[in-house]
C-alpha cells in the first residue's frame, strides 16, 4: 500500500491494485473506531486487533481541508454531512460516554464522496460523571479555528464544559463548506449573510439551533 495522506494524528494508505484503503491511528482507539464500525458509515470493515486500524473498500478517500471544489456539497449533501457527524457523536455520548470537543478539516474524513466522520483522539474527551451531560477537560487541547466561544475562553483544566460545545464546532464547519461555494472573499463574508441566504431550508433552521449563543438551548434538530 502506498501513503497518499498523513497528519498528526493517522496516515492513510491506498492498495495499488484494488479499491482498498487503510487508515492507521497513532494511538490506539476503541471508542473512535467503534464509531465507525457501529455507525455503519462504512460497510465490509475489517479491524486489527489493537485498535489502530481499520481496512475497506472505497472508491476514493479525502480530508476535508483538501477538497478544491465544493460543487458536490449541496443542500442535501451538507445535510447529510451533519447526520453522519450527529450519529456519530450520539454513538460516542450515549456509548462511550465520551464528546469531540473541537472539530478540524484536516480530520474530517469524506469516504466515496458521502460518508463522513471525524478522527482524533486528541479532541476526543470523557464525559464528567459528576455535571450531567458536561465534558471533562482534564488534559491540555488544542482550539482550532472552529472552536465554540465558550471553548476558547477556558484557559485553565481540569475543567467541564457543556458537550453542546460541540455542536457550535459543527455549525462552523457547515459555515466554512458554504463560503467555499460562493464566489466572494472568505473574509468577506459573514455569518449572518449566509444565514440570510438559506433562510427558510432544513439547513437554516439546523444552524440556528446549533449556533445558538446560549449554550443550554443549542439543539442540533433535523426539521
Known amino acids: 500500500m502506498i501513503l497518499i495522506n498523513e497528519n498528526d494524528e493517522f496516515r492513510i494508505y491506498k492498495d495499488e491494485n484494488i479499491p482498498k484503503y487503510k487508515i492507521e491511528l497513532n494511538e490506539s482507539s476503541t471508542s473512535l473506531i467503534n464509531t465507525i464500525k457501529n455507525c455503519k458509515i462504512i460497510q465490509g470493515l475489517t479491524i486489527e486487533d489493537d485498535y489502530k486500524s481499520i481496512y475497506f473498500k472505497a472508491t476514493s478517500v479525502k480530508v476535508l481541508s483538501d477538497i478544491q471544489n465544493f460543487k458536490n456539497f449541496e443542500m442535501n449533501e451538507i445535510l447529510k454531512f ?5 450519529l456519530q457523536l450520539k454513538y460516542l455520548v450515549v456509548k462511550e460516554n465520551k464528546c469531540f470537543i473541537n472539530y ?3 480530520k474530517i474524513l469524506i469516504i466515496d464522496n458521502n460518508k463522513y466522520f471525524f478522527l482524533s483522539n486528541d479532541n476526543l474527551m470523557p464525559l464528567d460523571p459528576q455535571s450531567e451531560n458536561h465534558i471533562y477537560l482534564n488534559r491540555p487541547f488544542h482550539k482550532t479555528d ?3 466561544p465558550e471553548l476558547k475562553n477556558i484557559n485553565n483544566i481540569p475543567t467541564s464544559i457543556n458537550f453542546r460545545t460541540i455542536y457550535y464546532s459543527l455549525g462552523l464547519i457547515i459555515l466554512y463548506i458554504l463560503k467555499q461555494n460562493m464566489n466572494l472573499p472568505r473574509d468577506e463574508i459573514s455569518n449572518e449573510y ?3 441566504i438559506i433562510e427558510g431550508t432544513k439547513l437554516y433552521n439546523l444552524l440556528k439551533g446549533i449556533l445558538e449563543e446560549d449554550i443550554e438551548k443549542r439543539r442540533l434538530i433535523y426539521l
Not at 82 to 86: D, E, L, N
Request: charged share 5%; with cysteine; aromatic share 14%.
Open 146 to 148: 472552529f472552536a465554540s
Open 104 to 106: 478540524d478539516t484536516n
Open 194 to 196: 449566509i444565514l440570510n
Open 82 to 86: 451533519c447526520y453522519h457527524m450527529s
